[in-house]
T-cell receptor
Framework: GQQVMQIPQYQHVQEGEDFTTYCNSSTTLSNIQWYKQRPGGHPVFLIQLVKSGEVKKQKRLTFQFGEAKKNSSLHITATQTTDVGTYFCAGGAAGNKLTFGGGTRVLVKP | ETGVTQTPRHLVMGMTNKKSLKCEQHLGHNAMYWYKQSAKKPLELMFVYSLEERVENNSVPSRFSPECPNSSHLFLHLHTLQPEDSALYLC?????????????????FGPGTRLTVT
């Protein structure tokens, strides 16, 4: 079955620095979604990418979908304490269920 | 956010108890989901309902029994659980679900029920 892997599992970041988290699928995807879960909270939808090579930005967050539609990345610039949480990618194939990755837990050092 | 609500928020139950988790969505969505979140498997899909019909059942033990009486309500009936079933149980909804769709719809999650089995 489809598998979605995320690396790193943990990301310790100094406030103000940039970092990237990666998402890799074992199969070609029709779309990929990203969610953020704050500590003690629930996953909240951030964005969806559909097209090969697509890049979308949300303020300091940049999301990219790979050319082969098997991988994706989330890059955060100038990390702030509000970025703390776990970021999940979720891969979908033609309306089938989303398969969530294991998440990258982001910890920010002030 | 009050789009998806879950009750109770916390539940402690013994292995011989029977309890139910409730989820309600106020978004007019047609699909609802149950996920289990634990340290071992951060987001594990359990069941999917589309228009009140179960469309996915991910090899979940029979001690978990879902029920979807209408498109706004979803229940998870629990009986004779094991301590390893302790986890956060998240409900989610989306506009639609199905193999005829080109892409997936975003999912809206509820706050979850923190379940502890003693």
């Amino acid at each position: 079955g489809q598998q979605v892997m995320q690396i790193p599992q943990y990301q310790h970041v100094q406030e103000g620095e940039d970092f990237t988290t990666y998402c890799n699928s074992s199969t070609t995807l029709s779309n990929i979604q990203w969610y953020k879960q704050r500590p003690g909270g629930h996953p909240v939808f951030l964005i969806q990418l559909v097209k090969s090579g697509e890049v979308k930005k949300q303020k300091r967050l940049t999301f990219q979908f790979g050319e082969a539609k098997k991988n994706s990345s989330l890059h955060i610039t100038a990390t702030q304490t509000t970025d703390v949480g776990t970021y999940f990618c979720a891969g979908g194939a033609a309306g089938n269920k989303l398969t969530f990755g294991g998440g990258t837990r982001v910890l920010v050092k002030p | 956010e009050t789009g998806v609500t879950q009750t109770p928020r916390h539940l402690v139950m013994g292995m011989t108890n029977k309890k139910s988790l409730k989820c309600e969505q106020h978004l007019g969505h047609n699909a609802m989901y149950w996920y289990k979140q634990s340290a071992k498997k951060p987001l594990e899909l359990m069941f999917v309902y589309s228009l009140e019909e179960r469309v996915e059942n991910n090899s979940v033990p029979s001690r978990f029994s879902p029920e979807c009486p209408n498109s706004s309500h979803l229940f998870l009936h629990l009986h004779t659980l094991q301590p390893e079933d302790s986890a956060l149980y998240l409900c989610a909804s989306s506009q639609d679900y199905g193999k005829g769709l080109a892409h997936n719809y975003e999912q809206y999650f509820g706050p979850g029920t923190r379940l502890t089995v003693t």
